[in-house]
């Protein structure tokens, strides 16, 4: 049954063959999308109204209707994206060149940000010199595709959210199967801003449905010492300019018997009454049951940029 509430976020295995992008004959007819004449592919955003050929039946067009798959524009490899939800949505999508011979270039990390219900977006992407190889041609494979909720985006850069904070996730720590990663919490706004005790978390699964069977513990000693989150809570006063972090702790050791869970999407709530911020810190929490949340603690060697 298809789900209407949000578009899968899921990851993706999509790949799209195509002729190499450049100065090139164009294709006869039925011969599939002509390849473009007297300019090279390049990573630019397309009109959503340009034609659009997709991959093979079967191919690159993903699962359970996610919205998101590979075509050609103008004879250049490029995805879409159409959101199928009620809400605006914004996505990251993971994708690789590769020709015939093997991977050309690698984990390339795509953002497409606010597209409306209802709405297309496509992108063309730039194979690289090296894509073409000497098959002449090559192919766009989608990894992964990440969407959370426009209004819950994180903002670690660009103009200050209207709230006049930005919540963001860093890439984290991993050491011997423990993880750490950090959250943070920057006033770019005018005004002070209060912060007392541990933030709220909830951790959702590549549908955006909250995972069950994982405790939320308060302090990272209850997974492991000495990770930085284990001071107690006390109120801040963050001036304009000053930020404050906290941690996600956890293990992914993964015992027998029991299904490993995966939580990419963490759903955070500052303090109450605070707007939610959706990150995706992947967590991979193994068969352990449980996340350690530190308490919010200022960051004074650092000041948030306005």
């Known amino acids: 049954m298809r789900r209407a509430f949000l578009p899968l976020a899921a990851a993706l295995t999509g790949v799209l063959l195509l002729g190499a992008c450049g100065p090139l004959e164009t294709g006869a007819p039925g011969s599939g999308p002509a390849r473009r004449q007297g300019s090279a592919c390049r990573d630019a955003d397309a009109p959503s109204g340009a034609p659009a050929s997709p991959a093979s039946p079967g191919e690159s067009t993903g699962a359970d209707g996610d919205g998101v798959r590979a075509v050609v524009v103008d004879g250049c ?32 990390e795509k953002a497409v940000a606010t597209v409306g219900p209802g709405g297309t977006v496509r992108r063309t992407v730039d194979p690289g010199a090296s894509a073409t190889g000497t098959d002449g041609g090559a192919r766009l494979k989608i990894v992964k595709v990440r969407s959370v909720p426009a209004a819950e985006a994180p903002a670690g850069t660009g103009p200050c959210p209207t709230p006049g904070v930005r919540v963001y996730a860093d890439d984290g720590d991993a050491a011997m199967g423990l993880r750490v990663v950090g959250l943070h919490l920057a006033n770019c706004g005018t005004r002070a801003y209060r912060l007392d005790g541990y933030p709220a978390v909830r951790l959702l699964d590549e549908r955006h449905t909250a995972v069950t069977g994982v405790r939320i513990l308060h302090g990272g000693a209850s997974i492991a010492t000495g990770t930085g989150a284990d001071a107690a809570p006390r109120p801040l006063v963050l001036e304009p300019g000053e930020s404050a972090r906290a941690a996600l702790v956890w293990r992914n050791t993964t015992g027998l018997g029991s299904e490993p869970v995966h939580a990419p999407y963490v759903r955070v709530v500052a303090k109450p009454g605070a707007a939610a911020v959706t990150v995706t810190p992947e967590l991979d929490l193994g068969t352990t049951g449980k996340l350690g949340v530190g308490a919010w603690q200022k960051d004074e060697a650092s000041r948030a940029a306005r």
């Open 77 to 108: 490899p490029a995805f879409e994206v159409t959101n199928e939800a009620a809400q605006s949505f914004t996505y990251t999508i993971t994708y690789q060149v590769l020709t015939t011979g093997g991977v050309a270039r690698a984990g390339t």
